[in-house]
């Protein structure tokens, strides 16, 4: 695999977007409308979507999907691009702007991290990301989207509408058991490498956006921008983890300020 199946939607200066695990591209591009002036270029990342069949991703891991991201970006003859990633995709768009600095102009990280700074941490975590794989491969997707709908992480997309909540459930169910579990294994944060020491190469703009309820994700967020020269943090109030889908208002407003 070179390239990504992307989504595009919108018209102006590109804006690449990756979404979070269970994620599709084609959900992502429904933002467009939030962000006038952009278009969004919103591929399905391993393991997810269209890009969920293992026989294509070979030995793809967390590095190697850099590098099919940057192929991505030749095929849709994009040479540098305004770079916004959501919980998995801002892990990924972060080792992205560093592994191809000259390819992203702005960076915005939502509900993100650098990764795990200890080689005991992320061993624990691949263990448990490999225990959580394990069980969509044994029980299905069903069984796993109402354990992962449960998290506190997502109390925030619980008070959603039911329509919205109805289409999040959809799409987190279509999914492939080997493609999320594949993806739980080579992207997860166990399988990320730590980030936190090379923060300070950053050279491009970046807002950190995270919701004002996930203590966790503001707190590493707010750790995260310190160590990056000129990082500006946002903070949507009343948000948890998923601030595009719970306050999509706030949440472009303060991405399209910074892009701007």
């Known amino acids: 695999m070179n390239a990504l199946p992307v989504t595009r939607a919108g018209a102006g200066a590109p804006l690449l977007f990756l979404h979070g695990f269970t994620g599709t591209g084609e959900a992502c591009a429904t933002l467009a409308s939030c962000l006038p002036g952009r278009a969004l270029v919103a591929p399905d990342l391993p393991g997810h979507g269209q890009a969920a069949a293992l026989d294509r991703l070979g030995r793809a891991g967390f590095m190697r999907t850099l590098d099919i991201l940057a192929g991505t970006l030749d095929a849709q003859g994009l040479e540098k691009v305004d770079l916004h990633g959501y919980s998995m995709g801002a892990r990924l768009a972060l080792a992205f702007a560093l592994r191809h600095p000259g390819r992203v102009r702005r960076l915005v990280l939502e509900s993100g991290s650098p990764g795990l700074r200890s080689r005991r941490q992320r061993l624990n975590r691949r263990a448990a990301d490999g225990r959580l794989a394990r069980f969509i491969e044994l029980r ?15 109390t925030g997309v619980r008070a959603l509408p039911a329509a ?27 399988a990320q490498p730590s980030q936190w020491q090379r923060l300070e190469r950053l050279a491009c703009p970046v807002l950190v956006l995270t919701g004002g309820r ?27 983890h998923v601030p595009h889908l719970e306050a999509p208002a706030a949440w472009a407003r303060e991405v399209s300020q910074f892009l701007s």
């Open 164 to 190: 919205a909540q109805s289409g999040v459930r959809e799409r987190r169910a279509s999914q492939s058991p080997a493609g999320l579990a594949w993806a739980l294994r080579s992207l997860g944060t166990g």
């Open 140 to 154: 299905g997707v069903g069984p796993f989207v109402a354990r992962w709908e449960a998290l506190p992480l997502f």
């Open 214 to 240: 996930d203590a966790k994700f503001t707190r590493v967020g707010r750790e995260m921008a310190a160590c990056i020269p000129g990082a500006r943090t946002a903070v949507i109030p009343g948000a948890f």
